[in-house]
């Protein structure tokens, strides 16, 4: 999964993809327009409880890919590189500048909800003039021959289309799995689940300030929205807070009420709004955290792992993290019943530890 990063000129949109991905930034194009790729390593304090306790050779995390798209704008979604690389990625991460600061220069002043609008109107407007494209081809295709999957496709981008007259992303309008699938092609702007990251001032009441950023900014509407997620951050403070260690980050952060990071927080909101949760395999050579979709099937988890262990498949042997780490080893926990085997229709579970039982 690719989220893309997006916003205004002079948000702090770049600054979160370098504290976000540690991506050296220094030696980038003179192209203000060029993507760039980073990954980001999601913070799991269930991984490194269990780590702790069996003490494998190697911990590693799930990891998020992002990409900083460059400022947005309708120009820039005129152009093909722009528009392609927006297009390819699953969902946005729209920063919002929510701080004050008199030598950063923002048109209009601070006002995020003018900003939401601005961008969701050039996104809709992508989207309208792709669907209009579309539908003026279909005439003559209908004319020509008509299929039922011809006439579904049709029905439905005229539904999109005026919803999209309505001024309403089409991330908002409700569709049904095989709705989903016919538009997935077309890769609308305005439909991928998009993340409003508020990026606030500095204050001696930040944590305060961070729970009552939605409020005050009036994004409360946006947090009921369909596949819309609202979180805030401080870049300045997370900026000091990537150059410190664990140990100095954890002190840091309780000097100011707040027991996670900004960034942590919004990969979590990241993680929900694409609907991804985590699974872990545990060892003495390896404890690892698998990103799958919610409402996964054993079987189909398995294959996350290696393909072969989905073709192979025949049981899972499951207990939860919680569970695994109160009983204090995988021995202890067979030793009274707590390790469950699964077929392959188990739905997997958020922080579920799976060990797959295979033929191959």
Known sequence: MKSGIIGLPQVG????????????????????????????????????????????????HAQVEFADMGAIGQDALKE?????????????????????????????????????????????????????????????DLVKKKTPELEKENELLQKAQAFLETERPLREMEMTKEEKKIVRGFMFLSEKPILYVLNISESTTLGDDLEAAVEKFGLTPYTAKLNTGVTAICGKVEAELSEMSDEEAAEFLGSYGLKDSGLARLIRKSYELLGLMSFFTVGEDECRAWTVEKNIRAQDAAGAIHTDLAKHFIRAETIHWDELLSLGSEAAARAVGKLRLEGKEYIVQDGDILHIRHSG
């Open 13 to 60: 949109k770049t600054s979160l993809f370098k504290i976000l991905t540690k991506a050296d930034v220094s030696n980038r194009s003179s192209n203000p327009r060029e993507a760039h790729i980073g990954i980001a390593t999601v913070p799991d304090d269930r991984l490194d409880r269990l780590a702790a306790q069996c003490n494998p050779r190697k911990l590693i």
């Open 80 to 140: 093909t590189a722009y528009l392609t690389n927006m297009r390819g990625v699953d969902a946005l991460v729209h920063v919002l500048r929510a701080f004050e600061d008199d030598s950063i220069p923002h048109v209009g002043g601070v006002d995020p909800v003018r900003d939401i609008g601005t961008v969701e109107f050039d996104l809709m407007v992508s989207d309208l003039a792709q669907v209009e494209a579309r539908l003026e081809r279909m005439k003559k």
